[in-house]
């Protein structure tokens, strides 16, 4: 395997990411490991760098189309960046076999929460500090709509972001899963703006963990180069060519391959 | 707050800054490409380097490719904490007192963890 098979995996990552609405991380860490056989913390740091390039290049789009509730994802992010120094001091104490159990468990936990569609609930009353700090606005629905979203439970949320940021340090993801399931669920937001606020602060949570891995010396060039410009470009392509593929098979062709990527890193956690 | 302003200019910022540190790793992965050689089988086994230590490999072996790439990574790492720093002059700007103290909390962890990551 060379460095142009990395950098074309990547762009696959990239590209289905951007059109499924996930961070490259959950791809990338099982290729990584099984495909290249890389070592998980190789493979951790460098799905970190993968995961900024993924929400740094799908954000700016998110904000310029005012999908972004910047002022929220600026309190949310407080749990997250919390949550990745946490993280990345929890990891130091993980060894390859553990590390390799939990991301199994991840992806098959992600494999489940896909194949469940919940309906999503919109808030119709605020938290106080929504209202103190203005943290609700207007988001245009489906048919075309100006309608005005609340935004609740801020203080669990902010919990269930420190959680995320934990995860996103030890795992090398972007967490983006558990963040828009808790502002999709727990804080009632439409769908849309929970996925481009999470979009947004992917990039800050993976930044605090990715640093330190970068100043650790564990993100090596040779490997985070060519898949963070694998992603960047698979990310470019995707939004363009949404409307030509069709996002359900690509569901269904991704959660096949979250379910036996889960299994093989479980099987391959229990041998080490 | 100024929305207009605060929108454009961050998104202007994300896709800029995305720009630049591609374009840097596209540089460096081109200076170091070869088709026949595979870079990965040191990475089989997890061998803890400092930062230093790996830059004076690359600097010692003139792995310039490495460097340059290692150059478009930190510049990507730094785009979010440089995008929290704009936020929170935005904030100050607006006399935003609370959202202002959430971005100096932000960009005081991830200084931290910046820090944990060389002390470890």
Redesign the interface.
Known sequence: ????S??LISMLAGFLGSLLGLGGGIIIVPALTIL????I??AIACSL?SV??T???S???Y??N?LTN??LA??L??GT??G??CG??IS?WLN?KWLTLLFASFLLFTFVSMLRKKQSIIATKSHPWAE??NLNSTHTTDSQINSQYHVSQIPLGIFIMYIAGILSAILGIGSGIFKVLAMDHVMKLPFKISSATSSFMI??T?????????????????????V??GI??GSLIGPKLISKFPTSILKKLFMLILLLAGIQMFMRGLRL | MNKQFNHKFLAAFLTLGSFISGSILLVGFFLGFDLNSDPFIFFESYDPLTLMDLVNVYLRTKNYSSLVMMSGILLLILLPFFRVFILLFQFLFNKEYILSLSCLFIGICILISFYLGLGH
């Open positions: 395997m060379t460095s142009i990395l950098l290249f056989k890389i070592d913390h190789y760098v900024i390039a929400s740094v290049g954000s700016g789009a904000v310029k005012r910047i002022r600026v309190i992010e407080i960046v919390s990745a120094i990345f001091l130091s390859a103190k700090l990039g800050v993976a930044s605090a963990s990715a640093g330190a891995y970068f100043f650790r010396g564990d993100i090596r060039p040779e490997l985070a180069g060519p963070a410009l960047l470009v």
